[in-house]
């Protein structure tokens, strides 16, 4: 019973510490790929990120998730500015003839195949959920980051183990006693 244990002790200390190193590459290699895929879209910080409240400079080329995140919040102020500080679900679907918004299709102006016209100042936000996919970028990076922590946790609890596996299963050895002094 006592080898099983060792054994076992043995498997789980190589389990433990062969998926550490493999997290470890794997949290590495996501992590450089959300940098390289941000850094393809070639996207740089607006003259006014700053003001929007962004933590970039004007010029500044966005290619980690955390500047991404900030890039995000350019986009989300500069649609709120054209929409007069209003979200998608606060708008109207359509436009009726005199220009107002409505949801009602009925009300809504039509086009020469007899569709309802759109609010393009609504359908604006469609385009602006890049800010979604920015935020989500900033996200994978952070999971990439948390994966490699991890990775090195791992195989320091089965280097834990080993190091309890080794002298706990060890054979008893018989202790000596030591002869009285003289």
């Given amino acids: 019973m006592r080898s099983l244990f060792k054994l076992g002790g043995y498997f789980a200390s190589g389990i433990l510490i062969v998926l550490g190193a493999g997290t470890v590459v794997v949290g590495a290699l996501d ?6 895929t941000i850094a393809q879209e070639d996207i740089t910080a607006t003259p006014d990120a700053r003001e929007q409240g962004a933590d970039l400079d004007p010029g ?3 290619d980690t998730g955390a500047e991404a995140k900030e890039f995000a919040k350019i986009i989300r102020a500069h649609v709120l ?3 007069g500080e209003r979200t998608h679900a606060e708008m109207g679907r359509f436009l009726t003839p005199s220009g107002e918004e ?5 009300e809504a102006v039509t086009d020469e195949q007899g569709n ?15 800010t979604t996919a920015l935020n989500t970028a900033f996200l994978a990076e952070r999971i990439a980051l948390f994966s490699i922590a991890m990775g090195v946790a791992l195989p320091l609890m089965g280097i834990g183990f080993l190091v309890l ?4 299963l060890r054979p008893e050895r018989a202790i000596e006693p030591t002869p009285p002094a003289a």
């Fill in 116 to 130: 309802p016209v759109q609010n393009s100042v609504r359908d604006l936000w469609v385009t602006a959920t890049s």
């Fill in 165 to 168: 596996t080794i002298p706990v």
């Fill in 81 to 83: 500015g054209i929409t």
């Fill in 60 to 62: 500044q080329v966005i």
């Fill in 31 to 36: 992590f450089s790929e959300v940098r390289d």
């Fill in 102 to 106: 409505t949801n009602d299709e009925a």
